[in-house]
């Protein structure tokens, strides 16, 4: 770390108490760095909001803006001008199971190495994690890798990456092996009007894009601060989280890098999803519908 380089940590079980938050106290802090910690595994996790409370700390009065590309370049430019006048501390961000992150997040994280004195500890999961890597983000990463077995557990990882249990495919026992479509309206039924009345929004929009455009975070908060929905980023946030977490909407990967806010249902069930202040949302009839449009599309 102190020639450059970046720790990649791979090998059977958990690395995050025993290696990465053991190597983070006993190591990183007695060495003097600045060290914050990334949970990779939540899925609810805001890389934005972290590299703020960095800024907020390091560098009290420096604008994060809004974005991740702004809040970066805020904190390289306060890392360039500290080095310019003198010594300064070691920033060392220690990133837990980073394959498992949205790609575009690990792009970011790739730039984070990039810092002025700032080194990157990271943890991954899976083998075949370098291949997804682009070259120029192996680049930036700069990698050693340090093959560590701990044979630990995964509890606290499943628990934040799947909140609301095991998803199916992992678990034999569960119930809910049928398409998501077929419990919507029983979900849609106990959430608020105002998670019914942003369902509503994504539905039209993904309509008007023929099905399966997704939105971006920032579009859908001008439309849902016009229909009094929600008008921060923390109330639309919320909303959101608790929408993923019934499984009612999804992301995907946006061609810039960004993440599009989608409906995962076919173009009948979104139809009837974007009703939903005139008409209540019938399962039975969105389904013969959709065998009605299979049934034509294969004549």
């Not at 060495?31 to 996790?45: C, E, F, I, P, T």
Request: hydrophobic residues 40%; charged residues 20%.
């Amino acid at each position: 770390m102190r020639l450059g380089f970046s720790l990649l940590v791979q090998g059977c079980g958990s690395k995050r108490r025993t290696m990465l938050d053991g190597f983070a106290t006993e190591v990183l802090l007695p060495w003097g760095a600045s060290v914050l910690q990334v949970d990779g595994y939540n899925r609810h996790l805001s890389l934005v909001e972290c590299l703020r409370d960095v800024l907020e700390s390091l560098y009290p009065g420096t604008s994060p803006g809004t974005s991740v590309e702004s809040a970066l370049a805020a904190l390289r430019a306060a890392r360039a001008a500290a080095c310019a006048q003198g010594a300064i501390r070691p920033l060392v961000f220690v990133v837990h199971s980073l394959d498992v992150m949205p790609e575009a997040q690990q792009r970011h994280v790739a730039v984070l190495a990039t810092l002025p004195r700032a080194h990157l500890v990271a943890s991954v999961d899976s083998i075949w994690a370098p291949l997804a890597w682009q070259a120029h983000a192996l680049r930036d990463f700069n990698f050693v890798h340090v093959v560590a077995h701990t044979y630990e557990d995964y509890a606290v990882e499943a628990a934040a990456r799947y909140p609301g249990g095991k998803p199916a495919w992992a678990d034999p026992d569960s119930a809910r092996q049928e398409a998501p479509k077929a419990s919507v309206g029983l979900v849609l039924k106990h959430l608020t009007p105002n998670h019914r009345e942003l369902v509503e929004v994504i539905a039209r929009h993904q309509l008007e894009g023929g099905g399966r455009t997704g939105i971006s975070r920032s579009k859908l908060l001008i439309l849902t601060s016009q229909r009094m929905i929600a008008g921060t980023t923390a109330r639309l946030a919320t909303l959101l989280n608790e929408l993923q977490d019934h499984e009612i909407v999804a992301l995907k990967s946006a061609s810039d890098g960004g993440a599009l806010i989608y409906l995962p249902y076919d173009t009948n069930t979104v139809q009837r999803l974007s009703e939903l202040s005139t008409t209540p949302f019938d399962e039975e009839e969105s389904e013969e519908d959709g065998d009605a449009q299979s049934e034509q599309e294969e004549a």
